[in-house]
């Protein structure tokens, strides 16, 4: 099995994960190719290497590096950002293409997501401003395919490069099959399910370290995300009891600066000095040292959004809320974890009490079964050699 394996990736932090993995299953095989964004030349977050380096993000640039593509490559692409759109529908008729999809493909297009599909009510009067429509280009881009049926050279819009890209995908790659059937179902084309995890579990947490049992933050969201629906949580905690928390904690070191802007000025007049967002990047460790505080975290999430910070809050022994309508709740919920639904189980003065001893072995149990990087690694490795006699 030796077919070359090419990653094209963004700048993410994601991605050093990835060649972690690839690199241990596939060692020699793998060549990883960032594109920054026009101006930029340097990574922030992945490490460059041998076979890290950067691709110009240039029309000449693409079509060298197409051409450069070995026959009967395996081609990862780790997102499908408008930036790798002529990569994947310009490949190889006898390379296999794999899309890792992370979300906002989907998710942040209104032509496969409407707003109340991922937002919840007070979110999107608030926060939610529609598209304006150009109706005279929609209507030109209408015209353009029966422009070029005469014979007539027009360029493809940005949407007919997506839809040409996402036809030219063999396998779409996600964390676990419920958010399969989800990306699938949106953009109505049955794809071949890969499964691939970023983080294995000794990756998130210290697997061997006994985390914190003196709990009193209230832990809310992973980003400055609309989509987290920060403003419903809030006005539901509102008339709650949250003397027992030290600091409410919410998490905007990223996301849309107007919505974290507004967000922590609600939070402040919600919560008071309780509230504590955290604004910047920090280590890893340090990150993880606020998480292990944390007593009930709320992730009103409608999408898949913060698994990592999930997992790693279930380890620490944390009661977890989720919103039912997210593929991650219907997940956990059929593997057995002990996880809630934040719309209909968070209705009493018990539902900011933690969970028992029994309920976070078990949760822990579960994730060090299906998450530790053993296991992962193997399943990686089998999937990719899957991928090989599949051609």
């Not at 499908?80 to 006898?94: A, G, N, T, V």
């Not at 849309?256 to 000095?273: Q, V």
Request: glycine share 4%; charged share 25%; net charge positive.
């Amino acid at each position: 099995m030796t077919e070359q394996i090419i990653h094209i990736a963004n700048d993410e932090k994601f991605i050093n994960a990835a060649i972690y993995q690839f690199n241990k299953i596939a060692p020699g095989r793998n060549s990883f190719h960032i594109v920054l964004k026009v101006g930029e030349n340097k990574t922030k977050h992945v490490q460059l290497a041998n076979t890290v380096k950067i691709l110009e993000n240039s029309t000449v640039s693409r079509k060298a590096f197409i051409k450069s593509i070995p026959s009967g490559s395996i081609v990862v692409f780790h997102s499908l950002s408008s930036r790798f759109h002529e990569i994947s529908y310009s490949l190889p008729k006898d390379c296999i293409a794999v899309w890792f999809c992370f979300g906002y493909e989907v998710y942040n297009d209104v032509r496969f997501t409407s707003a109340d599909e991922v937002l919840e009510p007070l979110t999107k009067e608030k926060f939610y401003i529609p598209e304006r429509r150009d109706r005279l280009q929609e209507f030109k881009d209408l015209l353009k395919p029966l422009a070029r049926n005469f014979g007539i050279r027009i360029a493809l819009t940005g949407n007919e490069k997506k839809q040409h890209a996402i036809k030219r995908i063999n396998y779409l790659g996600s964390s676990f099959d419920e958010e399969f059937q989800a990306v699938s179902k949106k953009i109505k084309s049955r794809k071949q399910f890969f499964s691939f995890w970023y983080y294995p579990l000794e990756q998130m947490v210290a697997i061997s370290k006994t985390y914190n049992t003196e709990k009193n933050v209230l832990w809310i969201g992973n980003s400055g995300t609309m989509s987290g629906n920060h403003l419903d949580v809030y006005e539901t905690l509102k008339i709650c009891d949250l003397s027992k928390f030290t600091h409410v904690i919410s998490p905007l070191s990223y996301g849309d600066k107007e919505y974290i802007d507004e967000i922590f000025k609600l939070g402040n007049t919600y919560f008071g000095s309780k509230y504590m967002p955290l604004l910047e990047f920090m280590p890893l460790e340090q990150y993880n040292s606020h998480l292990e505080r944390a007593e009930i975290a709320i992730f009103n999430n409608k999408r898949q959004q913060a698994l990592g910070n999930i997992i790693a809050l279930l380890w620490m022994g944390c009661k977890v809320y989720l919103n039912p309508k997210n593929p991650i709740y219907l997940f956990f919920k059929r593997k057995g974890f002990r996880v809630f639904d934040f719309s209909n189980e968070f209705n009493s003065p018990s539902s900011l009490e933690g969970i028992s001893a029994e309920e976070k072995k078990l949760n822990q149990k579960l994730l060090f079964t299906l998450f530790r990087e053993e296991v992962l690694l193997d399943d990686l490795k089998n999937q990719v050699n899957s991928l090989t006699l599949a051609k």
